[in-house]
């Protein structure tokens, strides 16, 4: 049971270049998200998406776009990449249970991306 | 709207120190709360939790007790071991909501 997986694990990039981070969990959940973690800041909430097809803004959407085509899979993708995008980034696979009380997170390992 | 505030790091101890993390929260209703854990390197894993006022969660010698009237929710351990140096987050979760609202984080160093 791999349970949340992240690609890449590190990534450099210039500035005004794109790609895409994948996200795959194997434990059937609905919900998946994206955070960034920068120093003083903690987790910040990019996107989150509620089940298979749908996806939403979290608190800093901007320059980040999201895909949730299949289940198991969340695409976190830069257009055009800025420094200030230059961060490590998570996803997250999140059981909320009956009334939220069984709430569990599963993290991946996260990717470190500089963007020169 | 939901927050979480953790008292700024890093927290630093001898190995068999005591330890506390503050951790208060704000909220609209009746929330879950968390601790997660993050070693270096790796994403973060779930410490301990707690659903209900009065609840105590505890695992690996931590524990943390639920205090709604004082909306906190504070990470304790008796004798941290140098294997305990990680960040600490604090977090909730509201039903219905289908969002986890983390703290800043703690960095706490244990030296030998």
């Known amino acids: 049971n791999a349970g949340v997986t992240q690609t890449p694990k590190f990534r450099v990039l210039k500035t005004g270049q794109s790609m895409t981070l994948l996200c795959a969990q194997d434990?059937?959940?609905?919900?998946m998200y994206w955070y960034r973690q920068d120093p003083g800041m903690g987790l910040r909430l990019i996107h989150y998406s509620v089940g298979e097809g749908t996806t939403a803004k979290g608190e800093v959407p901007d320059g980040y776009n999201v895909s949730r085509l299949k289940k198991q899979n969340f695409l976190l993708g830069l257009e055009s990449a800025a420094p200030s995008q230059t961060s490590v980034y998570f996803c997250a696979s999140i059981y909320f249970g009956t009334g939220g009380r069984n709430t569990e997170a599963f993290f991946g390992q996260g990717t470190r991306l500089t963007v020169v | 709207g939901d927050s979480v505030t953790q008292m700024e790091g890093p927290v630093t101890l001898s190995e068999e120190a005591f330890l506390t993390i503050n951790c208060t929260y704000t909220a609209t209703g009746y929330p879950s709360l968390f601790w997660y854990v993050q070693y270096p390197g790796e994403g973060l894993q779930l410490l301990l939790k707690?659903?209900?006022?009065?609840d105590k969660g505890s695992n690996k010698g931590f524990e943390a007790t639920y205090r709604k009237e004082t909306t906190s929710f504070h990470l304790e351990k008796g004798s941290v071991q140098v294997s305990d140096s990680a960040v600490y987050f604090c977090?909730?979760?509201?039903?219905?909501?289908?969002?986890?609202?983390f703290g800043t984080g703690t960095r706490l160093l244990v030296s030998p």
């Open positions: 434990m059937n959940h609905e919900y």
């Open positions: 707690a659903t209900k006022a009065d």
């Open positions: 977090a909730l979760s509201e039903p219905g909501f289908q969002k986890l609202v």
